[in-house]
């Protein structure tokens, strides 16, 4: 009886380690994820990506990328950032929580049985409209389609339209999309990718969903929070957006309020771009509540940025 137990044991152990196998089809185990975010402390989805707050996200989209780009170089983190990007509109930027995708050159076997498991699933559809499926609002899909044109192109119009109807914001693809003109059709939509081509997707497969990935020369995880502008994407890690954020902010700032210390003679170069004193740290915020357009600050946010001078 106890060995007939123990083999009831093993099977249901294996069983249910299928399971857990086929749920995790394509994506990385919640536990490695969390593990290689660790710095991150806050919030999470339910499948272990970092969720930074709304309302730092929205900050972000007012900041610019070369101040985000210098406090990470000066943090260390010199892989963030891809250049050489083409574009459906200059002007509309792409910011939000990355959900990633990786993508090879497909193979008949390795295809044949990523569909078959994506069937058992629900999945439906060819595996580039997976990572859709996934995309909750503020979500950025990001695609590492290896640099591929011809053949390459991972959405089209159709699939512009659901990526954008399920997180209101556009796509980052190392790889191409076809449909330009429907795609501009889209209000609000915008696609950074290497280029735009008539041909439809081919020989391309999902390797890996939620998964870190290359983006060009960055390196990107899941929840980074992707910044873009026309100069080329930035991806900044979820436990570094909140420092990103208030030294560009401070740096935007004390760019403005320079100058006009600088324009009435109560201050000098020396003291505006060295270590401040109180009383230029009280002048600040003093200067900060005679404009409110440029938004608020504490004594101890000014002192944490003081402190790291990572500007």
């Known amino acids: 009886m106890k060995k007939r137990n123990n083999k009831a044991g093993v099977l249901l152990g294996c069983c249910l380690l299928l399971g857990i196998m086929e749920t995790?089809?394509?994506?990385?185990?919640?536990?490695?994820?969390?593990?290689?975010?660790?710095?991150w402390k806050g919030d999470r989805f339910a499948d272990g990506r970092p969720k930074v707050s709304d309302e730092l996200v929205e900050r972000v989209k007012k900041i610019g990328i070369e101040e985000a780009w210098q406090v990470l170089m000066n943090e260390g983190y010199v892989n963030q950032f891809e250049r050489n990007w083409k574009m459906i509109y200059d002007d509309v930027p792409v910011v939000g929580r990355v959900v990633t995708a990786q993508y090879?050159?497909?193979?008949?076997?390795?295809?044949?049985?990523?569909?078959?498991?994506?069937?058992?699933?629900?999945?439906?559809?060819?595996?580039?409209?997976?990572?859709?499926?996934?995309?909750?609002?503020?979500?950025?899909?990001?695609?590492?389609?290896?640099?591929?044109?011809?053949?390459?192109?991972?959405?089209?119009d159709n699939l512009g339209t659901a990526i954008y109807n399920r997180s209101g914001n556009g796509v980052i693809f190392d790889g191409a999309a076809r449909d330009l003109s429907g795609l501009a059709r889209i209000k609000g939509f915008n696609a950074f990718v290497r280029d735009f081509d008539p041909s439809f997707l081919k020989e391309m497969v999902l390797m890996g969903l939620n998964t870190p990935i290359r983006i060009g020369k960055a390196i990107v995880l899941p929840g980074d929070i992707v910044l873009s502008e026309r100069e080329g994407v930035l991806f900044i890690p979820a436990h570094m957006v909140e420092q990103v954020v208030l030294t560009a902010e401070f740096i935007g700032r004390k760019d403005k309020f320079g100058k006009e210390m600088l324009r009435t003679g109560k201050y000098n170069t020396g003291q505006i771009d060295s270590q401040w004193t109180e009383e230029l740290k009280q002048a600040f915020l003093k200067w900060l509540d005679a404009h409110p357009e440029e938004g608020k600050m504490t004594k101890q946010e000014l002192d944490e940025v003081m402190k790291k001078r990572t500007w």
């Open 104 to 156: 090879m050159p497909s193979r008949p076997d390795i295809e044949k049985k990523i569909k078959e498991r994506g069937a058992r699933q629900g999945r439906v559809g060819n595996t580039n409209a997976w990572p859709i499926e996934t995309l909750v609002k503020g979500d950025v899909y990001v695609a590492d389609g290896f640099g591929k044109i011809e053949g390459g192109t991972l959405i089209g």
């Open 24 to 39: 995790r089809a394509q994506t990385m185990p919640k536990e490695e994820l969390v593990y290689l975010t660790s710095e």
